[in-house]
């Protein structure tokens, strides 16, 4: 499994794909927090809410982009007739890729603690902040972006088309976390209404931000990566 992680993680930096990714995630949620109008400084309070309502949005765009050539180009090129060649379970080929994105995302995020240390500065009295729900907040949108990365990894294994991955990854990414609780206002859901937006990711992700690290949260985040990874060592288990 490490030697495709390796690969994996080789590949997005030898082709500037992972920089990229960085860059543009440091420099939108940069600018939106800190320069656009309505940012931290215009509110004056010390808390760093603007950047996680923005950061999901630009995971959506962002993971898509990273996940669309886990399998499609493996399959597009035949080599991936070569991985299961190697004396690698399907699960361990499924996770080193996964496992490369999800890395690429943590080292997105490192960069924005930053932001943070600022806004502890910033405060007034100094560290005037709610360090808890920063970190919850963190866990949370690490989490999501695994999510988005397990999904996008899924959709990839169904196409050798990149763009088609990058396409039907960002829809599903949308769906699963604005379009359920959009839906879940419908009229006709009812009462029904309140327990399918709990179905949806916003619901979860929004719940760990407030700062309290509720078990039932993670244990939802981790069994939708779950699910998708194991739907994808199906769909590549039917390749061979």
């Known amino acids: 499994m490490y030697q495709i992680f390796k690969k994996e993680l080789n590949s997005f930096l030898d082709s500037l794909i992972g920089y990229i ?17 309505d940012n931290i400084l215009d509110f004056g309070y010390a808390d760093m809410n603007l950047f996680f309502q923005i950061s999901p949005f630009i995971f959506l765009f962002l993971i898509p982009a990273i996940t669309m050539r886990a399998f ?21 080929i499924v996770l080193g890729k996964y496992l490369a994105s999800c890395f690429l995302i943590l080292l997105s995020l490192l960069p924005t603690i930053l932001y943070y240390y600022s806004v502890y500065q910033l405060g007034n009295p100094q560290g005037n902040i709610d360090s808890a729900a920063v970190f919850s907040s963190y866990l949370g949108l690490f989490l999501l972006g695994c999510v988005f990365a397990a999904i996008g990894v899924l959709m990839s294994s169904f196409t050798d088309n990149q763009v088609t991955a990058f ?11 604005y379009g359920i609780g959009q839906i ?29 690290l509720d078990s039932r949260n993670i244990i939802y985040f981790l069994t939708v ?16």
Not at 73 to 92: A, D, R
Not at 167 to 177: E, K, N, P, T
Not at 194 to 205: E, K, S, T, V
Not at 226 to 235: D, N, P, S
Request: charged share 15%.
């Open 21 to 37: 990714v960085i860059g543009v995630f440091l420099t939108a949620t940069g600018l939106f927090t800190w320069f656009f109008k």
């Open 72 to 92: 499609s180009e493996e399959v597009k090129s035949g080599t991936i007739e070569l991985l299961f060649t190697k004396p690698l379970s399907k699960w361990q």
């Open 184 to 212: 879940s206002q419908m009229p006709f859901m009812g009462d029904f209404g309140y327990i399918f937006n709990q179905l949806a990711l916003d619901y979860q992700y929004n719940a760990l931000g407030k700062g309290l």
């Open 167 to 177: 396409v039907l990854s960002f829809v599903i990414c949308l769906l699963f976390f």
């Open 225 to 240: 990566i779950f699910i998708a990874l194991w739907a994808t060592k199906l769909k590549i288990s039917a390749l061979k």
